[in-house]
């Protein structure tokens, strides 16, 4: 049987890492993209003897690099079967009067315009052979908004709105599209939003059981693998402690 290619963005750390793991071992090649090729290079090494593996660096901001990388891919290698839009961080946790422009910069050109141009490049292959499934990680963030999240669930909201309106458009071609939106996850997330403050970003995984990213590219896998007429369109994942993006049940 032919093995589905899978590209995930943000392949580094956290979801994407996971859910590349995973799908190793669930009969998928895979392209894997991010910034640091260090990692990359270390996950090639350790999923290569389970699967065909390709290895993309480029930032998501920037368009050209993203097509230079693009077109370097040979072979059967850009009819990508599935794409999984995963890049993405919060940068700050500021009211909306004092946020930093470099921040809000950083979350709308990554998490909105990079999840756009890594699409752009890859959905009209998916149109042309009439099949494909796309998911986005999008967030609790972008279904509800929470003081000082401002940009960031601004961010995520665009995210939402991209994934309904992709699964409007992509209707007519076969193209599956599934927007999964996890609450509170341990990740490097919180280490990136708070500029490498270790204390301040632990304190968010505190006093509770956070999810973990192998429950979300668990989730991931279970999307993937269910009948062809079959598209779960749009998730939410919490862990059992949160009910929505401001009650958390901690113990401390
Ligand atoms: P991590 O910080 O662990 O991973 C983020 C990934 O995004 C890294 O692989 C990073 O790779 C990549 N990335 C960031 N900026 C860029 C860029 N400019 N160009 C290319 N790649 C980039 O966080 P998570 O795994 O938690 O986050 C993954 C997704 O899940 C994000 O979209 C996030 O918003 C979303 N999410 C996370 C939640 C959480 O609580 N953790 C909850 C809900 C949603 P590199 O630095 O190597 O480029
Ligand atoms: C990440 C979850 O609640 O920190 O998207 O915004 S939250």
């Given at each position: 049987?032919?093995?589905?290619?899978?590209?995930?963005?943000?392949?580094t750390?956290?979801?994407?890492?996971a859910?590349a793991?995973?799908?190793?071992?669930?009969?998928f090649?895979?392209?894997?993209?991010?910034?640091r090729?260090?990692?990359?290079?270390?996950?090639n090494?350790?999923?290569?003897?389970?699967?065909?593996?390709?290895?993309l660096?480029?930032?998501?901001?920037?368009?050209?690099?993203?097509?230079?990388?693009?077109?370097?891919?040979?072979?059967?290698w850009?009819?990508?079967?599935?794409?999984?839009n995963?890049?993405?961080n919060?940068?700050?946790?500021?009211?909306i009067h004092?946020?930093?422009?470099?921040?809000?910069?950083?979350?709308?050109?990554?998490?909105?315009?990079?999840?756009?141009?890594?699409?752009?490049?890859?959905?009209?292959?998916?149109?042309?052979r009439?099949?494909?499934?796309?998911?986005n990680?999008?967030?609790?963030?972008g279904?509800?908004?929470?003081?000082?999240g401002?940009?960031?669930?601004?961010?995520k909201?665009?995210v939402d709105?991209?994934?309904?309106?992709?699964?409007?458009?992509?209707n007519p071609?076969?193209?599956?599209?599934?927007?999964?939106?996890?609450?509170?996850?341990?990740?490097?997330?919180?280490?990136?939003?708070?500029?490498?403050?270790?204390?301040?970003?632990?304190?968010?995984?505190k006093?509770?059981?956070?999810?973990r990213?192998?429950?979300?590219?668990?989730?991931?896998?279970?999307?993937l693998?269910?009948?062809?007429?079959?598209?779960l369109?749009?998730?939410?994942?919490?862990?059992?402690a949160?009910?929505?993006?401001?009650?958390?049940?901690?113990?401390?």
């Amino acid at each position: 049987m032919n093995k589905r290619i899978a590209l995930i963005t943000g392949a580094t750390s956290g979801i994407g890492q996971a859910t590349a793991r995973l799908l190793a071992r669930h009969e998928f090649n895979l392209i894997l993209c991010g910034r640091r090729k260090d990692r990359l290079a270390q996950l090639n090494e350790e999923l290569s003897p389970l699967t065909e593996v390709r290895t993309l660096s480029f930032d998501v901001r920037n368009f050209s690099e993203v097509e230079n990388v693009w077109n370097s891919l040979t072979g059967n290698w850009k009819k990508v079967d599935v794409l999984i839009n995963n890049a993405g961080n919060a940068h700050g946790l500021d009211p909306i009067h004092s946020g930093n422009l470099t921040d809000w910069d950083a979350m709308m050109d990554i998490n909105v315009k990079g999840l756009l141009y890594v699409s752009r490049l890859v959905i009209p292959g998916m149109v042309e052979r009439q099949q494909g499934h796309i998911i986005n990680i999008g967030s609790i963030a972008g279904k509800e908004v929470y003081p000082n999240g401002n940009v960031y669930c601004a961010s995520k909201f665009a995210v939402d709105a991209l994934t309904r309106g992709m699964r409007l458009d992509l209707n007519p071609y076969n193209i599956k599209v599934t927007g999964i939106h996890p609450g509170l996850v341990e990740t490097e997330f919180s280490l990136v939003r708070f500029k490498g403050d270790e204390e301040r970003a632990g304190q968010v995984y505190k006093g509770y059981q956070p999810l973990r990213a192998e429950d979300i590219a668990d989730t991931i896998v279970y999307v993937l693998t269910r009948p062809d007429h079959v598209v779960l369109a749009d998730i939410v994942i919490f862990p059992k402690a949160q009910a929505s993006s401001v009650v958390v049940k901690k113990t401390v």
